[in-house]
């Protein structure tokens, strides 16, 4: 079956620093790509998405390009705030089911 | 909107007990999810609703799990009896619909009921 997975964490980096969060998936058909962020307490927030390939998704500073060709949707961001310290979840989409989650990739950030 | 809006936040039982779960989607979304996030698994699906009826419930680890949604606005999702392997915390989630391409936007998710089996 359709499947994500993303590389194990935690991600410790510096303020302003570069970041990068891998993302493969497996699935037939073309599905939709989307990468979620969860803050303590809370729940899971969109943050960004790409419907089809080569699309690119971006968001507050973060994107991610759509790769049909190495099955792949990596996050990343040009320099990483405190705030964005967060567990990040890659996710993909068919039409007609429901969302498949990767695992979680937990991000600290310390200044 | 308020959101999709969960309660209780956080919920202490002794095993053997029963334990509900509630949620109240966005109006006017087609679509209820109920996930589990563990730290082992991370997130599972459970069951999902669309239209109020059951469309997968594949997930849904054994029959002490059970989920209703008797009306457009609100479901359950109850544990009877209730075991410690059974904390986790428990989301909701909701969808206007399960389209693919440009015309799907995702879920909203509530802030999770936080389940502790002692």
């Known amino acids: 079956g359709d499947s994500v997975t993303q590389m194990e964490g935690p991600v410790t980096l510096s303020e302003e620093a570069f970041l990068t969060i891998n993302c493969t998936y497996t699935?037939?058909?073309?599905?939709?790509l989307f990468w979620y962020v969860q803050y303590p307490g809370e729940g899971l927030q969109l943050l960004l998405k790409a419907t089809k390939a080569d699309d690119k998704g971006s968001n507050k500073g973060f994107e991610a390009t759509y790769r049909k060709e190495t099955t792949s949707f990596h996050l990343e961001k040009g320099s990483v705030q405190v705030s964005d310290s967060a567990v990040y979840f890659c996710a993909l989409h068919q039409a007609g089911t429901a969302l498949i989650f990767g695992k979680g990739t937990t991000l600290s950030v310390s200044s | 909107d308020a959101g999709v809006i969960q309660s209780p936040r956080h919920e202490v039982t002794e095993m053997g007990q029963e334990v509900t779960l509630r949620c109240k989607p966005i109006s006017g979304h087609d679509y209820l999810f109920w996930y589990r996030q563990t730290m082992m698994r991370g997130l599972e699906l459970l069951i999902y609703f669309n239209n109020n009826v059951p469309i997968d419930d594949s997930g849904m680890p054994e029959d002490r799990f059970s989920a209703k949604m008797p009306n457009a606005s609100f479901s359950t999702l109850k544990i009877q009896p209730s075991e410690p392997r059974d904390s986790a915390v428990y989301f909701c989630?909701?969808?206007?619909?399960?389209?693919?391409?440009?015309?799907?936007?995702?879920?909203?998710f509530g802030s999770g009921t936080r389940l502790t089996v002692v």
């Open positions: 699935a037939t058909g073309y599905p939709s």
């Open positions: 989630a909701s969808s206007p619909n399960s389209g693919g391409g440009d015309y799907f936007y995702g879920y909203t």
